[in-house]
C-alpha cells in the first residue's frame, strides 16, 4: 500500500510514496504516538454542505472553502452537546478555466455563515460578508495577472494591464488567519504575499517573501498562474497553508510544494520539498525576515492508483498550528468530484508535522538567494549535506470507506455523483471539544473548494454553468490532541 509503513514515517521521510489508493483500514479509534505524546483520531463525528448554487452576499455564486475559520468568541456548546457559531469562509479567485485562459473580474471576498454543528449534521447559512479592498480602496480582482504589475506603497503587485481586471491588483486568496483582535491575514498564488487587512477588509500591509520564494524570470517578478517563472513559487502553488501559533506570536506560511530551483525537472513527484516559513509577528503584522524557514517533504503517490512509478506530489492544501513547532498539514491528491476524470481517489490526509531537530534556513542561501535543497538535480528525496527536513506523520485518513458512507459519502468514482468525495479539500480549523472530562478533545473541520462548479452558476452577472453539482461540504472529525498552545 505504501512505499512505507506509517510507523516508519516520523523516522524515515525520503520517497514516501502511495502507489494504489491509500485507504482507512481499521475502524477509529485510531491511535498513535509521535515524540513520546499519544494522539488519537476517533473519527468522523458530522457532515454537512451546502448546494452547489447557493449565491452569496454580492450576488455570485458562492465558492468555497480555500480556506475557513470559525470566530473564536462565538464557539458554543450548548446543554445537548450540540456546537454553534460563526464561520469566515474564503473563496479563491472565482469561476475560471485556465487552460482556455477564462477568468472573470471576481472580487476578492470573506464570506459569512451561521454554522451548527448537531446530531451528525452540520448546518451552514449564508449571513453576509466582506469584500476586500486595496491600499488604494479599490477591489481585488481574480483575473491572471500575466507579466502585469502595479506598484502600491513601493510593492510591486500583481495586476492585469489589459482585458478582464485591468489597474486592479490581482489576488487568488487561498489562506486565512485572523487575529485575536479581528485583523486578518490572507495568502495569496499569485505573488506568494500574505496580505495584512483591518477588521472591515482594507489592506494595511503586504508581507513579502523572500528572494527564494519570490517569483522571478528574466530578473522581475512574474505573478501568473499560466506559465511557471524561473525561480521561486511554482505557478499556482503559492501560499496555500497559512496560520497563527495559538498565543498569536508565530505565523505559519506554507507553500503548496516545492520552489521551482527544488523541484526535478518534467517529474510531479519531483515537487515535495516545500518551504514552511515562521514569521515573529509579535511586534508587528508584517516583519521583513522569516525567524524559521524548514523544509517539509511531502508524499508522492501515483495518479492512476495502479501499482506503477509515483508520477505526482501530494501537495498541501492547509495549515493549523498547535504551537510554536508543531501543525497539522492537509496534503491530498487531486482526483475527486470536481475533476470530470475516472482516477481514483489515492490519497488524502492530515500530517501531524514537528520543526522541533528540523534545519533552520532562515537567513541561508536557500532563502536570500535561489540556491537549491537537492543534492541531485534528478532525485528530490535526497537534501544537501546538513538539511534535515521536519518530521511528521499521518495523524488522519480521509479515505476511510466506512465512516464516509454511514454519513452518505462515497469514494466511487464511476460517475461525477454528488456524493462522491471531493477533489479538492483546502480548508481546516481545529476548535476545542469543550468538553470537561476530554480537555484535549479537538473537533477538526475541513471543508473542500468546489472550484465553483455548479449546474446552475453566475459570475459577475454572467452565466458559468458546468454540467454537474460539487457542493460545498464540511467534514467534521474528533481528534485527541496533547498539550495545545493556549491562546493569549
Same mark, same amino acid.
Request: net charge negative.
Given at each position: ?138 477591489? =481585488? ?42 485583523? =486578518? ?66 505565523? =505559519? ?46 508524499? &508522492? ?19 493549523? &498550528? ?35 531537530? &528540523? ?57 461525477? &455523483? ?71
Amino acid at each position: 500500500m505504501t512505499a512505507l509503513p506509517i510507523a516508519m514515517l516520523a523516522a524515515a521521510l525520503s520517497a514516501v510514496s502511495f502507489t494504489t489508493p491509500h485507504l482507512a483500514q481499521d475502524a477509529p479509534p485510531r491511535t498513535l504516538q509521535m515524540d513520546g505524546q499519544r494522539y488519537v483520531d476517533e473519527g468522523l463525528v458530522a457532515t454537512g454542505n451546502l448546494p452547489a448554487a447557493t449565491v452569496d452576499f454580492l450576488g455570485d455564486t458562492l465558492g468555497s472553502f480555500s480556506s475557513l475559520q470559525v470566530q473564536r468568541d462565538s464557539w458554543r456548546k450548548d446543554a445537548h452537546g450540540d456546537y454553534a457559531g460563526v464561520l469566515w469562509t474564503l473563496p479563491d479567485r472565482g469561476r475560471n478555466d485556465p487552460e482556455a485562459d477564462l477568468f472573470y473580474d471576481y472580487p476578492a471576498r470573506l464570506e459569512r455563515l451561521g454554522l451548527r454543528i448537531a446530531d451528525g449534521h452540520v448546518e451552514l447559512k449564508p449571513d453576509g460578508g466582506i469584500e476586500l479592498r486595496d491600499f488604494d480602496g479599490q477591489p =481585488f480582482t481574480g483575473a491572471d495577472p500575466a507579466d502585469g504589475i502595479t506598484v502600491q506603497r513601493g510593492i510591486p503587485m500583481p495586476s492585469p494591464q489589459h482585458g478582464i481586471g485591468a489597474g486592479k491588483i490581482s489576488i487568488d486568496a487561498e489562506s486565512l488567519q485572523f487575529t485575536a483582535d479581528g485583523h =486578518f491575514y490572507v495568502g495569496d498564488e499569485y505573488a506568494a504575499y500574505v496580505y495584512y487587512f483591518a477588521p472591515d477588509g482594507h489592506l494595511l500591509d503586504v508581507l513579502v517573501p523572500p528572494p527564494a520564494v519570490l517569483p522571478m524570470r528574466n530578473g522581475k517578478p512574474d505573478f501568473g498562474s499560466l506559465e511557471a517563472p524561473d525561480t521561486g513559487r511554482r505557478n499556482n502553488q503559492g501560499v496555500e497553508g497559512m496560520a497563527l501559533s495559538p498565543d498569536g506570536t508565530r505565523l =505559519f506560511v506554507a507553500l503548496q510544494s516545492a520552489l521551482l530551483q527544488d523541484s526535478v525537472k518534467g517529474d510531479a513527484a519531483g515537487r515535495i520539498d516545500t518551504r514552511v516559513l515562521v514569521y515573529d509577528v509579535s511586534h508587528e503584522p508584517a516583519p521583513k525576515q522569516p525567524i524559521g524557514h524548514y523544509v517539509v517533504q511531502l508524499p &508522492a503517490y501515483t495518479l492512476k492508483g495502479d501499482g506503477g512509478k509515483p508520477d505526482h506530489t501530494a501537495a498541501q492544501s492547509e495549515l493549523r &498550528a498547535l504551537d510554536g513547532h508543531r501543525f497539522l498539514l492537509l496534503a491530498r491528491d487531486g482526483n475527486g468530484l470536481g475533476t470530470g476524470k475516472r482516477d481514483p481517489l489515492v490519497y488524502k490526509s492530515i500530517l501531524l508535522v514537528d520543526t522541533d531537530g &528540523a534545519s533552520n534556513l532562515a537567513g541561508s542561501e536557500y532563502e536570500t538567494g535561489t540556491t537549491s535543497l537537492l543534492a541531485d538535480a534528478d532525485d528530490a528525496a535526497t537534501l544537501k549535506p546538513g538539511i534535515k527536513p521536519a518530521h511528521w506523520t499521518e495523524l488522519l485518513n480521509l479515505l476511510d470507506p466506512k465512516r464516509l458512507s454511514k454519513f452518505g459519502l462515497t469514494l466511487d468514482n464511476s460517475s461525477d &455523483a454528488p456524493n462522491l468525495l471531493s477533489e479538492k479539500w483546502e480548508a481546516m480549523d481545529l476548535l476545542p471539544a469543550l468538553d470537561a472530562k476530554h480537555p484535549d478533545d479537538w473537533l477538526l473541520l475541513i471543508g473542500n473548494d468546489n472550484d465553483f462548479i455548479a449546474r446552475h452558476c453566475v459570475m459577475i452577472g454572467e452565466n458559468c454553468d458546468s454540467p454537474f453539482d460539487n457542493d460545498s461540504r464540511v467534514l467534521v472529525y474528533r481528534l485527541r490532541i496533547p498539550n495545545v498552545q493556549k491562546p493569549r
